[in-house]
């Protein structure tokens, strides 16, 4: 008996070299989906690298919300033989194979930018087949698990294109290619063409004949594939939809949280993932005020013609401290970086909190130490973040989890940068910036921007009572001037310094604006919300707590959601304020598991040391992951019930991932 | 940004303990920004001095402006972020020889590039006076300043040539004994559209025993007949050297007379203007041209608030193309 069609729940994979246009076919793919009112989620996977490596797009599409992606791939689409020596074995028995027939005889030894690690796994894995090394014998490979093969002679319909469309050389319409995978694809799981249409004409607006072109192929693959296997498992249909969805990438959400809250001053240096996010910024410098964003005026009143200033620097050191500068005259600044860049900026994360400047650093987080891997996944810069400098600097650190909290918390950082005058490191990893997905619009009405205690000449200071940028008298918060003001002449020093903020070496000063400094810190451990520093999911006498943080959030809930289905009483704490440490709160949701399961995607299980820090707690069970990938919600949910199980060691390493 | 009324050095006075050692180079320099800052009438909090670390950088502490003494070989980038996000304010930068040639040395070049309107100032002295004498960038080959265990083993960097190289649209020397003509120079600095670097050569009694008060002023070498010294150095001005590039296409010819007359040290030292060249937009125009709302309304200026806090910004443009409407 078949199995029954599965609607709406599929995994779809697309591949190919680095430079191709890989990268269009799969944003047309997410949004043609979009379009027809399903979810979406995009994992993207790419070398450090510009022209060659291979690249590839994982992406779900769902009637219901997608927060990670799982290991399985229901369609494997490519036009060329590394995507599919590499992730043939990957597609589900049930699934299917669009390929490129021509490219049957390459073998596997013809393609050098397949690791030999990889090849000779590859090479045993055929070799278990009892097959030969070319890419037909891989598919045979496939199509005896029942793999459905779709062939498509991309060469073919590339010629019908140029003839149609009097284009002389098929190399001017190469990238084509991609479409006609999509188009396929769309024709196996019976997709609404005029989705894909739709899709086109958004993602290539200003063209008229690109889309045409494209249209046209994708039509061709469209039909060719429904023809070849007219009855597969898998469909996708349109889902009626009400609401609007908003369709972006987590270094896309920080962005508008940042702008949504004042930011008018950004520095960056061009790393990888950091350097996305400050690109969307420059090309959207000129802003809107107070609503009338969709009403163009004729004459802007000076007041609302808003605008921020992005500058690229020479090196982070520079990006740290022209962004402190910039703050110092009351804009709301921020750098926005990456590992190596962000090792730079120590000694200007220092200056930043000695002075008390409200500086914000956004922290893309990808895998290191050193250069590391430059394009993978890591959440490994927590402890750095924490402690980054020479000496006792206080910082606050966030860190998010989600889209709605790289919004909200691009939007907090200043608040609190401001509030208690120090720097806010804002940690997002790479796995989430470089995702995108749908979301319904998060409800931001309950964001207010908070300036902290502000001077100005008019506070009635004096010759005889000066203003005093460093005021110990009135608790820990002493009212910031900017630079500029009258009657507010301020002395900043990297040196301890007086209330004026002069250089001091005397021991009294010395301790007072120490504990100063730091008193802002627990005022603001006392003032913070919890929903802000944490969020529990599950039910309140869990035996098992699971203590996470970052991006792994979106593979915790889909996992979660699955064990909760099977009855778990599983919980799982979210921490988010990683500085001041919510310890009280942290150690309420704890102490009474008798399981407590750390999952990061670093090796040193970091949040899990910073918890038992501060709350004494020692996790049971460690699940971790390093290989540079993001976790995968298959082998979470699997090594999760693992634990449930009592089967599982101490400590778990998750390795999935191409 | 002038004032109506008269303003005194003394007006731009901390009451700060100045720590420098007697005879310190450093005392002309705050002296002569005092006096320029005075006579120019400049709104004190209208000007922002930042500084990075050293003797030098202490400066910001005894003069009555904004003043932010930063890290080492800093101060650029932090002045060019306050200039940046308020270009309605004065800027000043203040650093020592290794400080901005050292470990400075990229944001130096890449000032250059900007072209901000900023004066930028290196006290010069050759060594590192602050941590006890070593070498610094300026220090020559082969010269052994009385903390050294040996000659200097590095050449010296030419702070001319290098302002020039970057892109500097007005370079000069000054000299801390020079009061008269270095205020001079400060003024033409402040007021030049545009980046300005100002070398000013400035003696350490503590740790250069070479490049001494008495060694630019000549006393080691006495007119036979008069009896006098005879300075090392001398104004360009006096010799009817022209800076300014009056048109475009004298850029090559004055950058070369420039570079020719920095390479001259010894037994003549040039101090005054070696370029001046206002053809080049500055950053500001360069993002005027994006922004054009930019001086007006700068990133330090904007309301991004309403009066409950309510966030201003109004997004539904940007987020237009990332949102798929319901049906």
């Known amino acids: 008996m078949a199995a029954p069609t599965q609607v709406n729940d599929l ?15 799969a944003n047309v793919f997410a949004r043609a989906c979009a379009a027809g009112g399903l979810h979406v989620f995009g994992k993207r996977e790419f070398y450090s690298n510009i022209m060659g490596e291979h690249s590839y797009f994982a992406l779900r599409a769902h009637t219901n919300l997608v927060r990670s992606h799982i290991d399985s791939v229901n369609v494997l689409a490519t036009f060329e ?10 597609v589900t028995d049930d699934g299917a194979i669009i390929y490129d027939p021509s490219l049957g005889k390459t073998r596997l030894s013809d393609i050098p930018t397949i690791e030999k690690r990889l090849r000779a796994e590859l090479q045993t894995y055929l070799i278990s087949h009892g097959v030969g090394e070319t890419l037909d014998d891989m598919l045979a490979a496939s199509k005896r698990r029942g793999v459905a093969l779709v062939p498509i002679p991309f060469k073919d319909l590339l010629e019908q294109i140029a003839d149609e469309f009097q284009i002389d050389q098929l190399s001017k319409i190469t990238r084509v290619v991609n479409m006609l995978a999509v188009g396929a694809s769309f024709g196996i799981l019976g997709f609404d063409f005029a989705m894909m249409r739709a899709s086109l004409e958004d993602v290539f607006r200003a063209k008229a004949k690109v889309v045409s072109m494209n249209a046209a192929g994708a039509q061709k693959a469209y039909d060719l594939a429904r023809s070849l296997v007219p009855e597969f498992r898998y469909r996708l249909e349109r889902v009626p939809r009400k609401e609007p969805r908003l369709f972006l990438t987590g270094s896309q959400a920080t962005a508008l949280g940042k702008l949504y809250g004042g930011m008018r001053f950004q520095t960056y240096y061009p790393i990888t993932p950091a350097s996305d996010e400050s690109e969307f910024l420059e090309e959207n410098e000129i802003l809107d005020l107070d609503g009338h964003g969709l009403v163009p005026e004729a004459e802007t009143p000076k007041d609302k013609a808003a605008s921020m200033l992005v500058v690229q620097t020479e090196d982070e050191i520079a990006a ?60 490994g810069d927590l402890r750095f973040a924490l402690h980054a400098g020479h000496g006792e600097s206080p910082r606050i650190v966030l860190a998010s989890g989600d889209f709605e909290e790289c919004i909200r918390d691009g939007f907090l950082s200043f608040n609190l940068a401001e509030r208690y005058q120090m720097p806010v490191i804002h940690l997002v990893d790479k796995a989430l910036a470089n995702s995108y997905a749908t979301i319904a619009p998060p409800n931001l009405s309950d964001l207010r921007i908070d300036r902290g205690l502000v001077a100005n000449g008019n506070n009635g200071y004096s010759k005889d009572n000066p203003y005093k940028r460093f005021d110990l008298g009135n608790g820990p918060v002493s009212a910031r001037a900017l630079l500029g003001q009258e009657g507010t002449i301020f002395w900043n020093t990297g040196d301890e310094h007086d209330e004026m903020g002069h250089i001091t070496e005397d021991p009294g000063l010395r301790n007072a604006m120490m504990e100063k400094r730091f008193a802002k810190l627990d005022l603001a451990a006392k003032e913070i919300p919890q929903d802000v520093k944490l969020t529990y999911f599950g039910p309140k006498d869990a035996g098992t707590v699971i203590v996470s943080w970052g991006s792994t959030k979106g593979a915790l809930l889909d996992a979660l959601d699955r064990l909760w289905a099977e009855g778990a009483k599983v919980g799982y704490l979210h921490v988010r304020l990683m500085s001041p440490f919510p310890s009280a709160e942290v150690l309420a949701f704890l102490a009474k598991a008798r399981r407590r399961i750390a999952v990061e995607m670093n090796f040193g299980a970091q949040l899990a040391s910073v918890v038992r820090e501060h709350t004494g707690v020692a996790m049971t069970h460690f699940i971790l992951k390093y290989n540079g990938r993001p976790m995968s919600n298959t082998e979470l949910y699997e090594a999760l019930r693992s634990v449930g199980k009592g089967k599982a060691p101490k400590r778990t390493v998750l390795t999935r991932g191409a | 940004m002038a004032l109506e009324q008269v303003l005194k050095p003394s007006d731009f006075a901390t009451e700060v303990h100045n720590d420098w ?14 006096m320029a800052l005075a006579e120019l009438r400049m709104e004190p909090h209208r000007v922002t001095i930042v500084s990075g670390i050293g003797c030098s950088a202490k400066t910001i502490h005894y003069v009555k402006t904004y003043g932010v003494h930063t890290l080492h070989g800093r ?54 006076g602050l941590t006890k004498g070593q070498a610094a960038p300026t220090l020559k080959l082969g010269v052994q300043t009385k903390s050294l265990a040996h000659p200097n083993i590095n050449d010296a960097v030419n702070p001319i040539w290098l302002a020039l190289a970057a892109g500097a649209t007005w370079v000069g020397r000054g000299y801390s004994y020079e009061i008269k003509h270095l205020v001079s120079l400060l003024k033409q600095g402040i007021e030049h559209k545009g980046y300005a670097f100002l070398d000013v050569l400035q003696p350490c009694p503590t740790y250069n025993d070479i490049n001494t008060k008495e060694w630019y002023g000549g006393e080691d070498r006495k007119d036979a007949e008069s009896g006098r010294p005879l300075p090392r150095v001398y104004k360009l001005e006096d010799e009817g050297f022209d800076p300014v590039v009056h048109e475009p296409s004298e850029i090559e010819k004055k950058t070369t007379q420039a570079l020719e007359k920095a390479l001259e040290w010894g037994d003549r030292i040039p101090i005054g203007v070696f370029f001046k060249n206002e053809h080049v937009p500055t950053f500001e125009e360069r993002i005027l041209q994006r922004v054009s709302t930019y001086m007006d309304n700068p990133p330090a200026l904007q309301s991004i608030a309403g009066p409950n806090g309510e966030p201003r910004t109004d997004l539904t443009r940007l987020v237009q193309r990332m949102t798929f409407k319901g049906e």
């Open chain 1, 81 to 90: 033989a590394e995507t599919l020596f590499r992730h043939a074995r990957a």
């Open chain 1, 320 to 379: 740290v401290t022209m962004a402190t500068g910039a703050a110092l005259t009351g804009a709301r600044s921020a750098t926005a970086t990456s590992g190596p860049g962000f090792s730079l900026m120590m000694e200007g994360i220092g200056w930043a909190s000695i002075n008390e400047v409200p500086l914000v650093i956004t922290l893309y987080q990808r895998a290191g130490p050193s250069t590391g891997m430059p394009t993978r996944h890591e959440q």
């Open chain 1, 11 to 25: 995994s779809w994979l697309i591949g190919g070299p680095q430079g191709s246009g890989v990268d269009s076919s």
């Open chain 2, 21 to 34: 050692c007697p005879g310190c180079g450093d005392f002309g320099i705050l002296r002569t920004i005092q």
């Open chain 2, 75 to 128: 101060a650029l980038p932090y002045a060019t972020g306050v200039k940046l996000a308020n270009p309605q304010l004065k800027v000043l930068c203040l650093s020592g020889d290794g400080d901005g040639l050292g470990i400075g040395g990229g944001h130096f070049v890449n000032a250059g590039r900007r072209n901000l309107d900023m004066l930028y100032v290196i006290h010069d002295n050759g060594v590192y």
